[in-house]
């Protein structure tokens, strides 16, 4: 899926049936940079499953993650702030 921070833009997979996520869920940003609060709704369906077993890139910035726990309510791909490692 491209995306494009800058534009506030991306790619976006619709079904008016059920969509069941598997496999690798590939992201590219084409401009700008991402930050936490950005959301990216790549899929539109009546219902979601399933889950992604890898995200290439596995981080989408320094000191971010993904956060993949409303791709199952809305499609929507979201950045955050990545948990500071506890030592």
């Known amino acids: 899926m491209e995306l494009n ?3 506030g833009t991306n790619d976006r997979l ?4 059920s969509l ?3 496999g690798t869920l590939s992201v590219t940003n084409l401009a700008g940079a991402l930050a936490a609060g950005d959301g ?3 899929f539109s369906a009546a219902s ?3 889950a992604f077993t890898s995200l290439l890139p596995p981080m989408p910035g320094s ?3 993904w956060n993949t726990g409303t791709l ?3 499609g929507t791909l979201r950045v955050t ?3 500071r490692p506890v030592i």
């Open 81 to 83: 702030v990545a948990p």
């Open 63 to 65: 000191g971010l993650a």
């Open 14 to 17: 619709a079904s008016a049936a």
């Open 40 to 42: 990216f709704k790549l």
């Open 20 to 22: 069941v996520y598997g």
């Open 5 to 7: 921070q800058a534009a």
């Open 48 to 50: 979601y499953s399933g």
């Open 72 to 74: 199952t309510t809305d």
